[in-house]
């Protein structure tokens, strides 16, 4: 017998607009009490405790915050600063999980808001997953530490899952992990486990923003320079910024191969760049962005860290890995920098992070069979309805506030799920 781990993923549906405003206080308390926990340096379980007992939390979220906190605190962490949005986390004791199959949703996810209150919720799993919730429904599977998370409005809940199964007689060699550069986030990795399932992705958002600025900044300040004059002072000063900007992308290229190398016989996929450049035209502004971004310079420097690392550098047709589903293979559209939309209304994809999209299709291109070396490519690539429910009782306290009519009498179920 073998232990495996899976973080299951299950998308919470349309939560009514009292149930969402307690979603969000408890998201709101958690992040003061990790940021609070945090600025006052809390390295040990007792000294996390002395802050997050003040915060109107359950005892689940707080006794998951004094774990969290010392390791994020110069423990296993040792991290500088906070997150934008971490998830609230909650130890396993508290969420509970409830299957109703004669319901269009069957899934049911209690997630603790506060003391004995708590909310229930329908929930869209990944149909990939099933076989691990129902295992984790009938008690064959052991739950581990559950989060919360807010994602453009739309919220998802993450549990982690353990179980013993029997050695599999084949698993693949290679770990293919698609990179995706990019505009909105610097670089984008994911790859599939070994049951097929999408990865926790890793997004460098943040470095592709502060790219973006530094650019900005230059193009704007050596314009004006050259106006007035002064040549050699725009060149030092684009010089200055420049080295910035390569401080990034060397940290950032560096941080992908040691995700890389985490994994057993790790496969870095990239995409095929060619003809990138000659096939951009995007109007006057974004060409300038895009014609002198570091495409290049990223390739070059994962192809010889990896190297270093005796990880292998693939690469495959670029041509619409952006605009295609990671899920059935149907051409869709991006109506904004971060999102994908698939127009497969069968698909349970409806909408995705688009740079995570790209970055599986890029692994799933080298799964299928495809690499090839910069020369043999072309193409380019810009970058079910309603179910009356019947379900689990919330607490006490959310029972008589959702009974109120302006909570609603039922809830619909949207019929996909997305990551």
């Known amino acids: 017998m073998t232990e495996l781990t899976e973080t299951l993923e299950l998308k919470l549906v349309d939560p009514n607009v009292h149930k969402h405003r307690k979603l969000c206080e408890t998201k709101q308390a958690y992040q003061d009490a990790l940021e609070a926990a945090f600025n006052a340096n809390c390295t040990s379980q007792s000294a996390a405790n002395d802050v997050v007992v003040n915060y109107d939390l359950s005892g689940y979220a707080k006794n998951a915050l004094k774990k969290y906190v010392p390791q994020f605190c110069g423990g296993s962490y040792n991290a500088k600063e906070l997150h934008d949005d971490p998830p609230v986390r909650f130890t396993n004791e508290g969420p509970k999980l409830d299957h109703k199959p004669q319901n269009a949703i069957e899934w049911y996810v209690k997630i603790p808001h506060h003391a004995d209150y708590h909310l229930w919720l329908p929930a869209q799993p990944n149909p990939d997953q099933r076989e691990w919730l129902e295992a984790l429904h009938v ?8 989060r919360l998370f807010d994602r453009d409005g739309e919220w998802y809940f993450h549990i982690v899952a353990t179980r013993d199964v029997k050695e599999q007689e084949s698993i693949s060699a290679e770990t293919p992990i698609g990179v995706d550069i990019g505009e909105a986030s610097l670089l984008t990795v994911c790859h599939r486990d070994e049951r097929g399932s999408p990865t926790t992705p890793n997004l460098w958002n943040d470095e592709g923003k502060t790219v973006r600025q530094l650019r900005e900044t230059y193009f704007t300040a050596t314009q004006r320079l050259q106006k007035r004059g002064s040549e050699r002072l725009a060149e030092s000063y684009g010089d200055e910024l420049w080295r910035h900007i390569d401080h990034i992308l060397h940290t950032v290229t560096s941080e992908v191969v040691a995700y890389a190398d985490q994994f057993e016989n790790p496969v870095l996929v990239l995409e095929d760049l060619t003809h990138i450049r000659e096939n951009m035209d995007y109007g006057a502004f974004m060409n300038r962005r895009l014609h002198g971004w570091g495409f290049a310079k990223m390739h070059t420097q994962l192809r010889y860290k990896a190297a270093e690392k005796g990880i292998r550098v693939e690469t495959v047709n670029p041509a619409y890995t952006s605009k295609t589903c990671h899920c059935c293979g149907e051409q869709g559209y991006r109506p904004d920098q971060a999102t994908f939309k698939c127009s497969n209304d069968e698909c349970w994809v409806s909408e ?33 309805d309603g179910g009356r429910l019947t379900v689990p009782q919330d607490s006490q306290a959310d029972v008589v506030s959702s009974a109120r009519p302006s909570a609603g009498a039922e809830q619909m179920t949207l019929g996909t799920y997305a990551s």
């Open 139 to 146: 008690g064959d599977a052991a739950m581990g530490e559950c």
């Open 352 to 384: 995705y992070q688009a740079d995570v999209n790209a970055a599986l299709n890029i692994a799933d291109r080298y799964l299928s069979g495809e690499s090839h070396s910069r020369e043999d490519t072309s193409g380019d690539d810009s970058a079910e």
